[in-house]
């Protein structure tokens, strides 16, 4: 069959086609073995669907039997031929022939089925055998296929000439060409740089250039032979690794027939394949090894000439900067002498003139004649003195400018001459010429030595670019010499250079030859036999051409520095000497003549300008101090005229006190003999001020006059000498004495006359204010004015006033917070309002009595507790100011209203008598002082006072009782006529005040509290539907992690269930595998239960909470629009006979009509009005279906107990009242379905977890089976059974 043909091609490459079974791997062979078992599974699948087939036959049969038969017995019946219990039986028998037949035929069924199943076993058993012969047939074939692979492996290039340790060696080579590149750059830059760059700090700098370079060479080939030898390391363990996987993997096979003579793998591996693995490895540190050497030995070769390099041009260097150090100083010896003497000179020059400046000054202090001509005569003998110092400077000069030739070839001589023991080179000695003056001995051992030089310099050729006048320069070694000598080469590795250097160019630029340095120095190679390394050094010949290049550069710098010394001009320097004398001496000539006509001269005249300036300067000092007496005199004249007409003032204003008739006409004389007193003390106070000037000020004017004239004496501008000065400060300190005498004197009339002021000021104006006293007496005694006489009465108005002031304070505090509630109602609508962004209460704040009273703040609560104050406050204000009717008065009376709790959102109000827990009084102790706190804030003192009419009977009375008292027994007709204007006044107040409070009231009814309901039960509703999805959140996330669990367990259960449980030895693996599935399936159906469980407590507890909330926040509202005054309660008010009563519409009163009742009955008042709850159980109701849990607190309640609603409100109807019950249906349908669509998602979630979980166990029990081999139930009963239990 399809089957059996299938296993077939599958077991074919183990049994037939087995060339090349040995490539293949364990996998794709053990696939062969998982496909033929899912060959045999689909085989029982097809059995089952057979099995399947054949029942539905026969359930096909039966039913169309049993029409067949229900349709005999409907015909026979219809046709009356037989008893119905005869058709029964005749039914009965025919149907037992059927059963018996169907048992038949599904036992032939489970017969085939067997049979099928059998042969289908037997066939299994015969594929496993199979496979397992061809299983053995691999292993032989893999064992001589891996090891054929790893053989190939060693003998590849990956052992014998590695690309990686073939890359590593090109990179040796580039570094010994670039390493080689930077040394010949530093060379070049040796022999290239100028005498002048020659320096020893350039010359360290290389020197830090060359050993950067050696270290960066010496680490770039440590790590390059290090990261070799790591190559070679690992290598090494690449072929351990290999050998040890060949090893692993051949005992993995077993296949032993192919091990021959060796008792194990590794024996084998030993003897067969790891001697060609080692010698490979051998060969590569054998290379290894070599490089590192050759590297090592052409770095050190390389090092050694850059090292003699490097002290040779360090020695150039040094000469270099001695000649530019030399230079300078020399250059600076010949600047140096020549400005010392002209530095001495001009000091000289300069004391010189101090001494004349001297001269001048004592000539322009001299205050004689006399004394005048001997500083002439001085002055003109030390101009002399100074002529003779002119002309020695001018010797001296010259004398240092005519040797400074001479002295510039000495010197680049003695510099040639250290510069040529470095280059080769040496000077020819200068004649030798016998000094008269030395010692006879010393001067023979000079000429002897002189000679000895001659003959040693014999026969040296002329280097003629180095000779110049006065120096002429020998060539003692060519400059093949001196790089030898710098080198320290052997004349054998010259000729070896040479000879090489002349031969073809090899590989590279043509300043590097490849030379061998050793015969016995092998080129190590690779496998293939190219070379690795590049034998590199230093061209001798070029070296030889740069040292004799040196040479000419040293030269032409020296040649450079002559030119530079000689471009001083002498002559033309010593002439401008003489030149500069020459005009010295002319204009010294003339300075006599200036001694006498500039100095002398105008000294003599100064001298008799300054005696007139000063006697000028006194005569006007004195004149000013006769007029500031005079001043002084006028001014004490007029004090005593002032004060004489102000006591003629004050007389005949004391006059006219009798002539008074009221208080402030007494008052205003009063004001004018206060101001006629002000007058004169100002007066005074102007001529006081005066002489106080005249006695301090003025003659200090003066002595700062005299202070001026002596700074303008001591000042370089009038040219007073020092002598001058001493006199007149004297002759100015006696003028100043008289002036401070003359102040004392003046100082001293001012303090008396001051002292005598206060005197002249008070005694007129106390007489006038005794008589002004006698007049206010007698005046108030009269007219019941005054502190004693007028206290009833200011007494009465001040209490008036008072009572005015509380109710206007009042009305403003009602007015902010009537705007406080605006504000709050038109906060957003269908939002959670936070406390924070509401606008501060002005006169109280509702936050801080829910934090005392531990209850949470809610929005609501705060519009309902503000609304419920202004409500209170209108009450209130309207019963003290008797606004009211006096029907309906005691309906305001802050008694009679309801006590609403504010703190408690769930609770409407505070009961009458508290019985309960100690918390339960705590908290309506706390409502009740929350509307007396806020009320007295709000009211003041209204909220304790009697009414209007109350206070001012009160006020009238006691005033009445004052004026006895002061009035001896009898109530002046003044205080009677001002009693009756008092109270029409506060008549008239009261009636303003109550207008605007009926005012406040319409609108409150009229226009705010029309948005009040959409705020109140859209903030409520939206709070709400936030604490329904957040509860139903948390009742999630309680078990999201220990879900989570569930699922990692089963997860990591079925990882476990795999093939391999189906052998009979993994059989207690597996029981105890499915034990702990079934615990965790256990577990997880019984938190799928708790899960539903407490979902459905939180959704109810979540409807009962919103259902008493919206239920008590509705009559809260009701009570307090119920409590808020109407406009037909209030009195009335003049002006309200003008106004349009408003009529009950023609709809209305034809409905009362037709019903019979009257259309007045409810007067001035509103209609009453019922206004029904909100449906208790709707929301509860939602959850009595699947999955959720009964519902115990319903489980016996009738249709009629799940339609009921919250207690129903007696109140009354207004569009206010309709406004609040529609909207607090529209918002509580709002709820509504939101609540049914969190209900909906949450139980579906519920139900897609317990849907995923018994997925997941039919999912598990189905791999139980199948691995166990066991047959999947068929549709009958036991499948069924088997399925319900699952």
């Not at 930077?182 to 290389?206: D, K, S, Y």
Request: with cysteine; glycine share 6%.
């Amino acid at each position: 069959d399809e089957a059996s043909d299938r296993a077939d091609a599958l077991l074919d490459p183990l049994e037939k086609n087995t060339e090349e079974l040995g490539g293949k791997t364990e996998e794709q062979v053990r696939g062969v073995m998982t496909a033929l078992e899912r060959v045999t599974a689909r085989r029982r699948q097809d059995i089952s669907k057979f099995e399947a087939e054949l029942f539905g036959i026969d359930n096909d049969r039966k039913e169309r039997s049993v029409l067949l038969l229900r349709g005999l017995a409907e015909a026979l019946t219809a046709a009356a031929h037989k008893v119905p219990g005869e058709i029964e039986r005749l039914v009965e028998k025919k149907t037992l022939d059927l059963d018996a037949v169907l048992l038949e035929n599904q036992k032939a069924v489970k017969v085939l089925t067997s049979k099928l199943l059998v042969q289908t076993l037997e066939a299994s058993k015969a594929n496993k055998h199979r496979w397992h012969e061809g299983l053995v047939l691999w292993k032989q074939k893999r064992h001589r296929h891996t090891v054929e692979l790893c053989m190939q492996r060693i003998c590849s290039p990956e052992f014998e000439q590695p690309p990686g340790m073939v890359d590593l060696l090109g990179t040796v080579k580039d570094q010994q060409c670039k390493v080689f590149d930077g040394r010949m750059e530093l060379v070049t830059a040796f022999f290239a740089a100028p005498l002048q760059g020659l320096t020893t700090g350039n010359t360290r700098a290389w020197e830090e250039q060359n050993t950067m370079l050696n270290d960066k060479a010496g680490d770039a080939f440590d790590r390059l032979f290090a990261d070799l030898k790591s190559f070679v390391d690992d290598l090494d363990a690449s072929g351990e690794s290999m050998l040890k996987t060949l090893v692993e993997e051949l005992k993995v096979h077993d296949a032993r027939a192919e091990w021959g003579e060796h008792e194990s793998v590794d024996s084998l591996i030993d003897a067969d394949i790891r001697p060609p693995l080692k010698e490979h490895l051998e060969s590569l540190r054998k290379l290894l090894i070599s490089v590192t050497g050759n590297v090592s030995r052409q770095e050190e070769a390389q090092h050694t000439v850059m090292t003699q390099l490097l002290a040779y041009f360090m020695g150039v260097a040094k000469k270099g900067e001695n000649l530019r150090k030399r230079m300078d100083e020399f250059d600076m010896n010949y600047k140096g002498e020549e400005d010392d003497c002209i530095h001495d000179f001009k000091e000289e020059l300069a004391k010189n003139e101090g001494q004349m400046n001297k001269f001048k000054e004592m000539i322009d202090d001299a205050a004689h004649h006399e004394d005048l001509d001997g500083l002439k005569q001085k002055a003109f003998d030390f101009l002399n003195s100074m002529e003779q110092h002119y002309r020695d400077h001018a010797a001296q000069l010259l004398e240092i400018h005519n040797r400074y030739p001479g002295n510039v070839v000495t010197f680049l001589r003695d510099q040639t001459a250290g510069f040529c023991q470095e280059l080769g080179l040496v000077l020819e000695p200068l004649p030798h010429e016998p000094n008269a003056d030395a010692d006879p001995q010393a001067a023979a051992e000079a000429a002897k030595a002189a000679e000895t030089m001659a003959a040693e310099l014999e026969g040296l050729a002329e280097w003629t670019e180095g000779s110049r006048e006065g120096c002429k320069v020998l060539e003692k070694m060519f400059p093949a010499d001196v790089r030898d000598k710098v080198l320290a080469v052997s004349s054998a590795k010259v000729s070896e250079a040479v000879a090489a250097a002349e031969a073809p160019p090899a590989e590279g630029d043509g300043e590097a030859v490849e030379l061998e340095e050793s015969t016995s120095q092998e080129v190590p190679t690779l496998h293939d036999g190219s070379t690795v390394l590049a034998m590199l050094d230093f061209d001798l010949q070029w070296l030889e051409g740069n040292f004799g290049t040196l040479r000419t550069t040293v030269f032409i710098q020296l040649n450079t520095d002559r030119e530079r010394l000689g471009r001083i001009d002498t002559t033309a320097v010593t002439e401008e000497v003489r030149r500069q004398l020459d005009q010295r001496l002319r204009r010294h000539t003339n300075r006599k003549g200036e001694v006498q006509v500039d100095w002398y001269v105008p000294r003599y005249s100064t001298v008799a300008k300054h005696k007139d300036k000063f006697e000028r300067h006194l005569v006007e000092v004195v004149k000013k101090s006769q007029g500031h007496d005079e001043t002084v005199q006028e001014l004490c004249a007029q004090m005593e005229k002032e004060e004489n007409r102000y006591k003629e003032q004050l007389e005949r204003l004391r006059g006219r006190l009798a002539e008074a008739e009221t208080l402030p006409m007494l008052t205003a004389f009063e004001r004018q003999a206060g101001d006629m007193a002000a007058a004169f003390w100002e007066a005074c106070q102007a001529i006081k001020g005066k002489l106080l000037y005249l006695a301090t000020r003025a003659p200090q004017e003066l002595v700062k006059a005299n202070k001026d004239f002596l700074k303008i004496c001591r000042s370089a501008e009038e040219q007073y000498s020092q002598s001058e000065v001493l006199f007149y400060s004297s002759e100015v300190e006696e003028v100043n004495s008289q002036l401070e005498k003359k102040a004392k004197e003046r100082e001293d009339r001012t303090r008396e006359l001051e002292e005598q002021l206060d005197e002249k000021k008070q005694e007129p104006l106390k007489a006038f204010m005794e008589q002004y006293a006698e007049a206010v007496e007698d005046l108030s005694a009269s007219k019941g004015y005054g502190k004693k006489y007028g206290k009833p009465r200011r007494k009465a108005q001040g209490l008036c006033r008072a009572l005015i002031a509380s109710s206007v304070t009042v009305r403003q505090n009602l007015s902010e917070i009537v705007e406080y509630l605006d504000a709050l109602c038109g906060q957003p609508v269908d939002e959670v309002i936070d406390f924070s962004v509401l606008p501060r209460c002005p006169k109280f704040r509702l936050r801080n009595y829910f934090d005392s009273a531990g209850e949470p703040w809610v929005f609501a609560a705060e519009l309902l507790g503000v609304l419920y104050i202004v409500v209170c406050t209108l009450s209130v204000l309207g019963t003290h100011l008797q606004a009211f009717k006096e029907d309906r008065a005691s309906l305001y009376k802050l008694a009679n209203l309801p006590v609403i709790r504010v703190l408690r959102e769930a609770e409407v109000l505070c009961p009458a008598e508290v019985a309960g827990d100690e918390a339960t009084k705590a908290v309506v102790s706390a409502e009740q002082g929350l509307r007396q706190g806020c009320l007295e804030m709000v009211l003041g003192e209204v909220f304790k006072a009697d009414t209007w009419d109350g206070v001012i009977k009160s006020v009238i009375t006691d005033a009445q009782k004052d004026s006895q008292e002061t009035f001896k027994a009898t109530v002046p007709d003044f205080m009677t006529k001002f009693l009756a204007d008092m109270q029409e006044t506060a008549r008239v107040a009261r009636l303003e005040a109550a207008r605007g409070l009926r005012e406040w009231a319409d609108k409150l009814r009229d226009e705010t509290l029309l948005r009040f309901p959409d705020i109140l039960f859209g903030e409520l509703t939206a709070r709400a539907i936030t604490e329904l999805r957040q509860g139903t959140r948390e009742a999630q996330a309680a078990t999201v992690a220990t879900w989570a669990e569930f699922d990692a367990k089963r997860s990591a259960h079925e990882q476990r269930l795999h093939p391999g449980l189906s052998n009979p030895n993994a059989e207690e693996q597996l029981r105890e595998l499915i034990e702990a599935e079934a615990e965790r399936s256990e577990r997880a159906q019984a938190m799928a239960v708790e899960d539903c469980s407490r979902m459905a407590q939180c959704l109810r507890a979540q409807a009962d909470f919103v259902v008493q909330r919206l239920s008590a926040t509705f009559e809260s509202a009701i009570r307090i629009v119920d409590g808020l005054p109407l406009h037909t309660h209030f009195d009335a008010l003049p002006g309200d006979e003008q106004a349009e009563t408003p009529r009950m519409s023609i709809k209305r009163r034809m409905r009362h009509l037709h019903n019979g009742t009257s259309v007045d009955q409810w007067g001035d008042g509103l209609p009453e009005r019922k206004w029904p709850g909100v449906p208790r159980y709707d929301l509860r109701v939602l959850l009595r279906t699947k999955p959720w849990p009964d519902d115990e607190s319903l489980a016996e309640a009738t249709e009629e107990t799940l339609q009921e609603q919250t207690a129903t409100i007696d109140s009354f109807r207004s569009p206010l009242h309709k406004r609040l019950f529609e909207r607090r249906g529209f918002y509580y349908d709002r709820y509504l379905a939101e609540f049914r669509a969190e209900v909906k998602r949450r139980g579906a979630e519920l139900a897609s977890r317990s849907e995923h979980e018994q997925t997941g166990q039919r999912t598990w029990q189905s791999s139980v089976r199948q691995l166990r081999g066991e047959v999947a139930p068929g549709p009958g009963p036991g499948a069924v059974a088997e399925g319900a239990a699952s």
